[in-house]
């Protein structure tokens, strides 16, 4: 049935967006979507041949085949843009915040490209804001200390309001915007308040 393939592929992606990293590239999903919209493409044309040549009662037949031929292929387009898009603004995300769990064997050829490209222009715009984070919380905070969990060693911290050691499963109260990088370098976890 068509667009059942697409629909498949928009299952897997809202499956997976809520994931703390990328999920495998669909390649066979996608190349069974083109190819299907290919065929569905070659079915309007034969349609619209057919139009052209039948001027009678059959010819509403055909503009409701040839109307939802080209419904489904906008459809089976409209879901390889938003499986792209939810995959690109995931990559985003993760390149935006620094995280180190962006598994590069998970992305395509085309993604890993954007991946290098866009680090560089992001590296290349905090350059200009040495001494401002922009990668921190966009949420203002609701605590200016914040509960913190350590998950894996790092050696000593120093902040302004003094030093601690990140020994794995200690707990610490600390500034939030002291410890925000070590939150995202999953060196520690911040605990419910």
């Known amino acids: 049935m068509y667009g059942d393939t697409a629909n498949k592929l928009i299952l897997d992606a809202k499956r997976t967006s809520n994931l703390s990293n990328i999920s495998l590239y669909q390649a066979d999903l996608i190349k069974e979507i083109v190819k299907e919209i290919n065929d569905l493409n070659k079915d309007v044309e034969f349609l619209q041949e057919q139009e052209e040549l039948n001027q009678d009662e059959d010819n509403k037949v055909n503009q409701c ?6 419904l489904s292929m906008r459809r089976n387009k409209r879901c390889l843009i938003a ?26 050829y085309h993604e890993q490209e954007f991946v290098k490209d866009y680090n560089q222009s992001i590296t290349a715009y905090k350059s200009h804001f040495s001494d401002l984070d922009l990668s921190g919380d966009l949420e203002p905070p609701t605590n200016i200390f914040i509960d913190v969990r350590v998950l894996k060693e790092g050696g000593e911290v120093t902040t302004e309001y003094g ?31």
């Open 163 to 193: 030093s601690f050691n990140l020994i794995k499963n200690s707990q610490f109260f600390v500034r939030k915007s002291d410890v925000e990088r070590l939150i995202q370098q999953g060196y520690l976890e911040q605990l419910s308040s």
């Open 65 to 70: 085949q040839l109307f939802v031929t080209h």
């Open 83 to 108: 499986y792209e898009k939810l995959r690109s603004d995931k990559i985003a995300e993760f390149i935006w915040s620094n995280q180190d769990n962006l598994n590069q064997d998970n992305l395509s």
